[in-house]
């Protein structure tokens, strides 16, 4: 009976925490209807969510995971994209239906101009060239790139695709002074643009549907997300060809996790699934679960999270990229730390915690859990904890015989 009561209490054993399950999604934000594009404003730590359906850009607070604003765009104007740009403190956004791109300063949540795209027809995509303060413009149905001054707002220069792109998403390689295109559906190429000419230098071809691009500075490397054949292509940007190709995840958009060393790459689905891919191995190391259909990813460095744009349900899931280790329990209720890439920290409980943030109607729900991973999602619990409590047992079982023979020696005659 001791060995037993032994093996039980080893099973629930506080030695044994750190191979339980680790839940990776933190909050749950309500936002407008059809979230895509999303952008992370450093300044002002907050991340900027398009609301395509509901002709708005809502404004989380990434201390708080809610939504602190709401800039309304024009009716019907289909808004898609987003960038930050550090330099003016702005969020530029892709305007599908009027063929523009709004600027929203992040001092006061408002439009405070419109960058007119001639000849540029669906916009869509949109990344922030540092080094040269302009913006580069994916125009979906023209097949062009169109290059905006921040200083002016002005086109200086709409670059052709090859015949039949159809660009998604761009991202800006800092080491190479380049710009990378996703050219869509028709296609299945990749297009390098020289921002020191704005001419195209490279065309490499990937996987079908390439959709979403994202730069890793610390390999040189750019990894697209091909939604024909799921899978993720990496080029390198050295030698502009795919050195690379992993399976099985990859749909819609990408995102460089700069303090791991990972891609997350968003993947369809009802929950849908965001996967984190090392880029020292180009193997998927994690995945958890999200809301439905996820497009736009963005990624938080000051406090370690990653936004996803869930399209399918208007939210926004909010998700760690380090492990949560419970740290007390009891019957009721369980206190986890989590620690975020940087120097911040915050602490959820098992009860749900909902707020109320200002939003367009309706409340915005926030839900903290670390009682249990959602479905499918997190860290599986650790699949040999059985196998030691029953070894343990053995070896107590064994020893508590050992001492029982000892202490009772047989008699000799």
């Known amino acids: 009976m001791a060995i037993i009561v032994i093996s039980l209490l080893l099973l629930g054993s506080p030695l044994l925490v750190p191979f339980a399950s680790a839940q990776k999604l933190v909050a749950t934000v309500k ?6 594009g999303i952008a992370y404003d450093s300044g002002k730590g907050e ?13 989380i607070s990434d201390s708080t995971n809610q939504v602190v604003a709401t800039v309304a765009m024009p009716n019907e104007s289909t ?39 001639a000849n540029g027809n669906g916009p ?16 979906f149905v023209s097949g062009t790139v169109s290059i905006i001054s921040d200083a002016t707002s002005k086109v200086v220069k709409r670059v052709a695709l090859p015949s039949g792109s159809g660009p998604y998403e761009a991202a800006y ?27 195209v230098v490279a065309t490499i071809g990937v996987g079908n549907a390439p959709f979403g691009v994202a730069y890793d500075p610390a390999k040189g490397e750019v990894f697209v997300t091909n939604g024909g054949d799921t899978d993720t292509s990496v080029i390198s940007d ?54 439905s259909q996820p497009i736009g990813l963005a990624y938080d ?12 349900d208007g939210t926004v899931s909010v998700i760690t990229d380090v492990n949560i280790t419970s740290t007390s329990s009891s019957s009721t209720s369980t206190t986890t730390a989590i620690s975020t890439a940087g120097s911040q920290s915050f602490q959820s409980t098992t009860a749900p915690l ?28 650790f699949p040999y904890q059985p196998i030691m409590v029953a070894f343990l047992t053995v070896i107590l079982a064994g020893a508590y015989l050992l001492v029982r023979s000892r202490g009772h020696p047989r008699n000799h005659h």
């Open 31 to 36: 936002v407008g209807t059809t979230p895509y």
């Open 47 to 59: 991340v900027f969510v398009v609301n395509r359906d509901s002709d708005q850009v809502s404004v």
């Open 79 to 117: 808004p898609f994209g987003a960038a930050y740009d550090s330099a003016k403190g702005e969020v530029w956004v892709t305007v599908s239906s009027t063929d523009t791109v709004a600027e929203i300063s992040d001092a006061n949540n408002t439009i405070v101009a419109t960058a007119k795209l």
């Open 124 to 139: 869509e995509g949109i990344t922030y060239d540092s080094a040269k303060g302009e913006m580069f413009v994916t125009n």
């Open 173 to 199: 390689d800092s080491g190479k002074g380049e710009v990378f295109v996703a050219d869509g559906y028709a296609t299945s190429n990749v297009t390098v643009i020289s921002d020191a000419t704005n001419t």
């Open 238 to 291: 050295s030698s502009n060809s795919v050195v690379a190709t992993i399976p099985g995840v990859g749909v819609y958009d990408a995102v460089f996790d700069a303090a791991r060393g990972e891609i997350f790459v968003s993947s369809a689905g009802d929950p849908g699934m965001i996967s984190a891919i090392s880029d020292a191995t180009n193997k998927v190391v994690d995945t958890v679960n999200v809301g």
């Open 301 to 312: 460095p000051a406090r370690g999270e990653i936004f996803s744009a869930n399209s399918g």
């Open 354 to 381: 909902t707020t109320t943030a200002a939003s367009s109607g309706s409340p915005t729900s926030v839900q903290t859990s670390a009682s249990s991973p959602p479905a499918g999602g997190g860290v599986p619990d």
